[in-house]
Every structure is written in structure tokens, then in C-alpha cells.
């Protein structure tokens, strides 16, 4: 097995060093380890079966429709109306932009799925206000990267299908229900290095919105947030599933920017369509690369190889589980979410379930921890992203990145030990 593992890890990190896409990484250090365990005709003939199998799976279809809805919300003016929604709120507050931003993007990233897409939307249109009003730049870009990921774990979210795919039948509303409070936990803990930040650096108290006029927003914003209530509670009273909830967020999306907020004209429609399709095909793609080495972990018995030797170094299982948090991390700052979320999740959950860490539990535990890879340099998406749309560079961002960790990184561990926040409401609704 030795052999095996070094032969995969390799090749797939010598692959990855050459800038070769990741999902053709991960097939062809498979097809490669397979070549030393059976002969060259079959190893290229079972990794093809594999990426054929591995997304012939119907809750994977939710996934191009959520994508599309995410589409549609970013283009469609829904942004905005959030932002608006958020200064009603908490914009009167000591700093209370950067409260607005954070709130911002937790709604948005929820609505749309994507935390590229929030950083994009909420950004474009929150950075050039916050530096006019004399907050930072390289601190506002550097609040908006981080609130933006909180998106992954509020519902719905894709990469929490993906894990349900790869843990092999997870419930995908369980994990939906499970995601609110460990995303909700991330932006309080986002909110309060914000306040602290505003407090030392005396940022502007924002006007008070009268009372006429914050009603006015909630109503604007109020049909965009009905789509969350729309989508997770209807899965949760069981009238559609997580896949065809999907398909009601795209109508619900196309709805709104196009008939109701008219943001979005009919000629872009097809665009829109093509961006969705040339995502959705490169998910895929990572997914079915996935399953492949999936299968090659299980054949020559990788993870239980690994979760023997993780338990041969200690029986505490608040070090097995700092030792995984740590690894994580590690892995989040070079590889993105979903194909991380693919591999490692065969390795590591075998690892939680002997601990009898529940198998929703871990999936919070392993998304956040991939939630703070995208903001960490080198391979940040996210953070890349920001800084674009801020014109700032990553070693600018740095210094106020540092106390947004901490805050994530707290609410990690919070989230590890304390199995309560992931678990209390899966469990109030019978999962």
C-alpha cells in the first residue's frame, strides 16, 4: 500500500506544481497508481466507468440549477436590495457599514451559493462606498472575502450536495438545516473583530434610517429572502426534494430579475445559460475525476490504512480531531473546496465515525475548514477575487485578514467541540 500512496501523492502534487487543472490531476495520478496494481487497458477502462458512475447520481442535477439561480440572483439587482435591507438594520450602528457588509454577504452568499459571486456582488458595490465614507480599503476587501464564505454553509449550498455525494448518501436537507447556525456563528464572530476594528480605528456612526423608509427596504429585499424560506422550507415540510427545490429556485430567481425587478433583459438570458453550463461542466468534471481516485483509496484500503494510524498516534479524540482540523487547513490553502471536499472526505470520515462524531457533524467541521482555505493564500479563489475588485494585493490585505482568521478560526473549533451547533436543529426537525 505504501508504494500505492506515493505513487498517487506524487504524481498528483508534481502535476498540480505544473499548473495542470485539477481535475485532470486527479485522473491522471489515478490512472497512473492504478497502472502499478492492474494492467494499463483496465486502469483507463474503471477510471472511466468511475467518472461515468460518479455523476450519474440524480441529487447531483441539483447542482446546475442551483448554479443558475446563483447566476440569475447576481445579475438580477438582488444585491443591492440587500444592502439596502442591512442599512436598515444595523447601519446607525459605531462602524455599522461593516456590519452591513458582513450581513450583506451572508444573505447574499446564501441566496446565491456562491462565495465568489457575493465577493463580486456585494463588493463591487459595498467597497467604493466603505472607502468614501473613510473605512480602509484593504479592510473592507478583507471583510467581504471572509463574510462571503459564510455562503457555503447557509442554505443552499452546492458543495454541501457534494459532500452528501461523497459521504456517501448523506441527507442533503440534514445538511442544509445543519449549515445556518455553524454560517450565522461565523458572521457574529466576523461582526465582532468588525466592531472591534471600527472602535480603534473611530469609524463613522451611519444615519438612522426613519422608520417609513426602513420598511420601504425590508419590502424591496423581502422577496429575495423569501426564496431561502421558499427552498428550505419546503424541504423541510417535505412538499419537494433538494433536487427539484433547485429547479423552483431557478424559476423563483427568473422570476424576480426578470418580471419583478426587470434587471435582467431576455438577450442576456442565453449568457447567463452558457456561464451556468461551462461551471456546471467543470464540477462535473472534478466529480467524476473524484470518484475514480475515490476508488482507488478504497481498493488498496487507504483510509482505513490512515485512520489506523491516526489512532496509533493518540486515542484523544480532541487531538484526532485537532490533527484532522490542522490538516484541513493545510489542504484548504491549495486545493479548492470541491475537489478537497471529494478526496478527502473518504479519508477522514471512516476517522470521525469510529470516534462517533455524527456524519452531519463532520461535514460542518470539513466545510468551514475549507471555508477559511478560500480566503488563504496561494490558491484562495475568493481571495483572489477581492482583491481584484478592491486593487489591492494580498500582502496589503494581510494584517487585517490575520484578526478575520482568528474569528474563523474560533468559530472552528467551537464548531468541532461542540457538536450541539451543528446537530440541534437536524435534530429538531427529525433528521
Same mark, same amino acid.
Given at each position: 500500500?505504501?508504494?500505492?500512496?506515493?505513487?498517487?501523492?506524487?504524481?498528483?502534487?508534481?502535476?498540480?506544481?505544473?499548473?495542470?487543472?485539477?481535475?485532470?490531476?486527479?485522473?491522471?495520478?489515478?490512472?497512473?497508481?492504478?497502472? =502499478?496494481?492492474?494492467?494499463?487497458?483496465?486502469?483507463?477502462?474503471?477510471?472511466?466507468?468511475?467518472?461515468?458512475?460518479?455523476?450519474? /447520481? =440524480?441529487?447531483?442535477?441539483?447542482?446546475?440549477?442551483?448554479?443558475?439561480?446563483?447566476?440569475?440572483?447576481?445579475?438580477?439587482?438582488?444585491?443591492?436590495?440587500?444592502?439596502?435591507?442591512?442599512?436598515?438594520?444595523?447601519?446607525?450602528?459605531?462602524? #455599522?457599514?461593516?456590519?452591513?457588509?458582513?450581513?450583506?454577504?451572508?444573505? =447574499?452568499?446564501?441566496?446565491?451559493?456562491?462565495? /465568489?459571486?457575493?465577493?463580486?456582488?456585494?463588493?463591487?458595490? $459595498?467597497?467604493?462606498?466603505?472607502?468614501?465614507?473613510?473605512?480602509?480599503?484593504?479592510?473592507?476587501?478583507?471583510?467581504?472575502?471572509?463574510?462571503?464564505?459564510?455562503?457555503?454553509?447557509?442554505?443552499?449550498?452546492?458543495?454541501?450536495?457534494?459532500?452528501?455525494?461523497?459521504?456517501?448518501?448523506?441527507?442533503?436537507?440534514?445538511?442544509?438545516?445543519? %449549515?445556518?447556525?455553524?454560517?450565522?456563528?461565523?458572521?457574529?464572530?466576523?461582526?465582532?473583530?468588525?466592531?472591534?476594528?471600527?472602535?480603534?480605528?473611530?469609524?463613522?456612526?451611519?444615519?438612522?434610517?426613519?422608520?417609513?423608509?426602513?420598511?420601504?427596504?425590508?419590502?424591496?429585499?423581502?422577496?429575495?429572502?423569501?426564496?431561502?424560506?421558499?427552498?428550505?422550507? %419546503?424541504?423541510? /415540510?417535505?412538499?419537494?426534494?433538494?433536487?427539484?427545490?433547485?429547479?423552483?429556485?431557478?424559476?423563483?430567481?427568473?422570476?424576480?430579475?426578470?418580471?419583478?425587478?426587470?434587471?435582467?433583459?431576455?438577450?442576456?438570458?442565453?449568457?447567463?445559460?452558457?456561464?451556468?453550463?461551462?461551471?456546471?461542466?467543470?464540477?462535473?468534471?472534478?466529480?467524476?475525476?473524484?470518484?475514480?481516485?475515490?476508488?482507488?483509496?478504497?481498493?488498496?484500503?487507504?483510509?482505513?490504512?490512515?485512520?489506523?494510524?491516526?489512532?496509533?498516534?493518540?486515542?484523544?479524540?480532541? $487531538?484526532?480531531?485537532?490533527?484532522?482540523?490542522?490538516?484541513?487547513?493545510? /489542504? %484548504?490553502?491549495?486545493?479548492?473546496?470541491?475537489?478537497?471536499?471529494?478526496?478527502?472526505?473518504?479519508?477522514?470520515?471512516?476517522?470521525?465515525?469510529?470516534?462517533?462524531?455524527?456524519?452531519?457533524?463532520? #461535514?460542518?467541521?470539513?466545510?468551514?475548514?475549507?471555508?477559511?482555505?478560500?480566503?488563504?493564500?496561494?490558491?484562495?479563489?475568493?481571495?483572489?477575487? %477581492?482583491?481584484?475588485?478592491?486593487?489591492?494585493?494580498?500582502?496589503?490585505?494581510?494584517?487585517?485578514?490575520?484578526?478575520?482568521?482568528?474569528?474563523?478560526?474560533?468559530?472552528?473549533?467551537?464548531?468541532?467541540?461542540?457538536?450541539?451547533?451543528?446537530?440541534?436543529?437536524?435534530?429538531?426537525?427529525?433528521?
Amino acid at each position: 500500500m505504501e508504494s500505492t500512496v506515493w505513487i498517487l501523492v506524487v504524481s498528483f502534487v508534481l502535476l498540480l506544481a505544473m499548473n495542470v487543472p485539477i481535475a485532470v490531476c486527479i485522473a491522471v495520478s489515478t490512472v497512473l497508481t492504478m497502472l =502499478f496494481t492492474v494492467a494499463f487497458l483496465p486502469a483507463v477502462t474503471t477510471v472511466a466507468q468511475q467518472m461515468a458512475t460518479g455523476i450519474n /447520481v =440524480f441529487s447531483l442535477l441539483a447542482i446546475p440549477f442551483f448554479i443558475l439561480s446563483g447566476l440569475l440572483m447576481g445579475q438580477g439587482g438582488i444585491a443591492r436590495r440587500l444592502i439596502e435591507f442591512a442599512k436598515a438594520l444595523v447601519g446607525m450602528l459605531p462602524g #455599522g457599514l461593516a456590519y452591513v457588509n458582513v450581513m450583506a454577504c451572508m444573505f =447574499f452568499g446564501a441566496l446565491s451559493g456562491s462565495s /465568489v459571486a457575493a465577493t463580486s456582488a456585494i463588493g463591487g458595490f $459595498m467597497l467604493p462606498v466603505m472607502e468614501k465614507e473613510g473605512y480602509d480599503r484593504n479592510f473592507n476587501a478583507a471583510l467581504t472575502i471572509t463574510a462571503s464564505t459564510t455562503g457555503l454553509l447557509i442554505p443552499p449550498s452546492n458543495i454541501l450536495i457534494v459532500y452528501s455525494l461523497a459521504s456517501g448518501g448523506v441527507s442533503i436537507a440534514a445538511l442544509f438545516i445543519a %449549515g445556518y447556525l455553524p454560517g450565522i456563528l461565523v458572521g457574529i464572530g466576523l461582526m465582532m473583530v468588525a466592531a472591534v476594528y471600527s472602535v480603534v480605528r473611530k469609524y463613522p456612526v451611519g444615519e438612522r434610517v426613519p422608520l417609513a423608509d426602513a420598511l420601504r427596504r425590508i419590502l424591496h429585499a423581502l422577496p429575495s429572502l423569501l426564496l431561502v424560506v421558499i427552498v428550505i422550507g %419546503g424541504i423541510i /415540510v417535505g412538499i419537494f426534494t433538494a433536487t427539484e427545490a433547485s429547479a423552483i429556485a431557478v424559476l423563483y430567481a427568473l422570476f424576480l430579475s426578470v418580471v419583478c425587478y426587470r434587471e435582467i433583459k431576455l438577450r442576456q438570458i442565453p449568457g447567463i445559460l452558457l456561464k451556468a453550463v461551462e461551471i456546471t461542466a467543470i464540477v462535473m468534471l472534478l466529480i467524476g475525476a473524484s470518484k475514480g481516485m475515490s476508488w482507488i483509496l478504497s481498493y488498496e484500503n487507504i483510509p482505513q490504512g490512515i485512520t489506523e494510524y491516526l489512532v496509533g498516534l493518540t486515542d484523544s479524540r480532541v $487531538m484526532i480531531l485537532l490533527l484532522i482540523n490542522l490538516i484541513l487547513l493545510a /489542504v %484548504g490553502t491549495f486545493m479548492d473546496m470541491t475537489p478537497a471536499v471529494l478526496i478527502f472526505t473518504p479519508i477522514f470520515l471512516p476517522i470521525a465515525t469510529q470516534l462517533g462524531i455524527d456524519p452531519i457533524h463532520f #461535514g460542518m467541521i470539513m466545510v468551514l475548514n475549507l471555508c477559511i482555505g478560500l480566503c488563504t493564500p496561494p490558491v484562495g479563489s475568493v481571495l483572489f477575487v %477581492g482583491c481584484g475588485i478592491a486593487n489591492t494585493t494580498i500582502a496589503a490585505l494581510m494584517k487585517p485578514l490575520m484578526f478575520l482568521y482568528v474569528a474563523m478560526v474560533a468559530a472552528l473549533l467551537l464548531v468541532t467541540y461542540i457538536p450541539a451547533i451543528s446537530l440541534t436543529l437536524p435534530r429538531f426537525f427529525g433528521y
